[in-house]
Each structure stands twice: as structure tokens, then as C-alpha cells.
Nanobody, 122 residues
Framework: VQLVESGAGSVQAGGSLRLSCVVS????????MCWFRQGRGKSRENVAS???????FTSAAARDRFTVTKDNVKNTLILQMNKLRFDDTDMYYC?????????????????WGQGIQVTVSS
């Protein structure tokens, strides 16, 4: 399974970005998937996830601003980020596992993308 992220960019606070994670090797319907983010010197933080059946979960920090979905036709995981804040600046990673549960712990995920940079200026 390979994960390739896109959508990196720099925006001003209040702006939007759309991150995509294209999956090859398995259909997204067979995967539970998650977006993590990590700042320098920090541990990876769960942002939003979707389980195998497509049920989404969004962290408290992202709730009401970010939306995570699977596009089964394009075999892609999408993170729509609105109302971006300065503290959303981080490297963002797409992750996947073949189990049915979308765990919050990074160690539960077997497949990872290379990571992309999101920068929000105040």
C-alpha cells in the first residue's frame, strides 16, 4: 500500500486548504485512515480519521473547521481545512491500517505518506 499526499501550501489565518491522499495497492473501503500532524519536537497528533465503513472522527482542535472524507471513486482520503489558524502550522501525514477501527494512536497505523507542509501566517 502506498500513500501519496498533495495539497501543501501557505495561507493566511482564516483561509482554507484541501489535502488529498491518493491510495494505491488497496481500495480505501478496505482501510481505516487518518490524518496526523507533527510539529518540530512534538509527537504526532491525530487530526481527523475515517474508519473502514466511512464513519468520520474529528479531533477537538479541528472540530467545526476540518472535514475528513473518503472518495471511493478516486481512492483518496481528503481533508478539507477551513478557518485555518496559526497553530495549525505543521507537517501533515496521511496514514492507513487494514483494521476496521480508526485508532487515534499513530503506532496503530501500518502505512504512511511522506508528509506535506501546511503553513498558516497570522
Amino acid at each position: 500500500v502506498q500513500l501519496v499526499e498533495s495539497g501543501a501550501g501557505s495561507v493566511q489565518a482564516g483561509g482554507s486548504l484541501r489535502l488529498s491522499c491518493v491510495v494505491s495497492g488497496l481500495p480505501v473501503t478496505a482501510l481505516s485512515m487518518c490524518w496526523f500532524r507533527q510539529g518540530r519536537g512534538k509527537s504526532r497528533e491525530n487530526v481527523a480519521s475515517v474508519d473502514k465503513l466511512g464513519e468520520p472522527f474529528t479531533s477537538a482542535a479541528a472540530r467545526d473547521r476540518f472535514t475528513v472524507t473518503k472518495d471511493n471513486v478516486k481512492n483518496t482520503l481528503i481533508l478539507q481545512m477551513n478557518k485555518l489558524r496559526f497553530d495549525d502550522t505543521d507537517m501533515y501525514y496521511c496514514a492507513a491500517r487494514e483494521g476496521s477501527a480508526a485508532w487515534l494512536d499513530a503506532e496503530k497505523y501500518d502505512y504512511w505518506g511522506q508528509g506535506i507542509q501546511v503553513t498558516v501566517s497570522s
